[in-house]
């Protein structure tokens, strides 16, 4: 990196437009304005308005000189027991863990126990019962496990007697599993 000021010289004029592109600039951003109107820009510290141009040029910049970072150390800024090939986290990644087994085509498999990989005896069949109970299972359920359990009691008259919403209580599956 270079020493030194990070900005443009004094020296540099900033870009200048023709007249007639100035003119109709300060027309159209109603810069010179009749004597009923307000004055354009804010009012500086002796009251006056100024105007300024949205244009920005490098003499009228704050220099480029930020604080250099101050970042916390963490496990690879140690001074011993850090090793190149450990360094890059990419390469502490596994294999997602196998969850199911197959024995054969056509037969069904067994589900692993994700802590010691080896099979479990029960049968998982109706494994999902809902978050209630779904929870620490040795396998685990894909989805949410969302359970919907309808209760007429709670419902709205125009809920109570919709045959469609009992049509499909009878294909609740969490109901047919207990």
């Known amino acids: ?18 007249p007639i592109m100035s003119w109709l600039r300060d027309k159209l951003l109603a810069v010179g304005r009749r004597p009923d109107q307000a004055p354009p820009g804010l009012p500086g510290p002796d009251g006056k308005f100024v ?18 970072p101050a970042i916390p150390g963490g496990v690879h ?41 080896q099979p479990i005896d029960k049968p998982i069949l109706g494994v999902n019962h809902g978050p209630s109970q779904n929870f620490g299972l040795k396998a685990p359920t894909p989805g949410f496990g969302f359970e919907w359990n309808r209760s007429v009691q709670e419902e709205q008259p125009s809920q109570k007697n919709d045959k469609h919403l009992a049509h499909a209580q009878k294909f609740d599956k969490y109901l047919k599993l207990h």
């Open 77 to 117: 800024h140690k001074l011993a027991d850090n090793y190149y090939h450990t360094r890059d986290a990419r390469h502490t990644v596994e294999p997602p863990p196998e969850l199911y087994k197959a024995q054969e085509e056509g037969s069904i498999g067994t589900f692993l126990d994700l802590n010691s990989q």
């Open 1 to 18: 990196m270079s020493t030194g000021k990070k900005i443009a010289s004094a020296a540099i004029k900033n870009r200048k437009q023709t």
């Open 51 to 68: 105007f300024n141009y949205q244009n920005r040029f490098p003499n009228t910049q704050a220099s480029r000189s930020p604080d250099p």
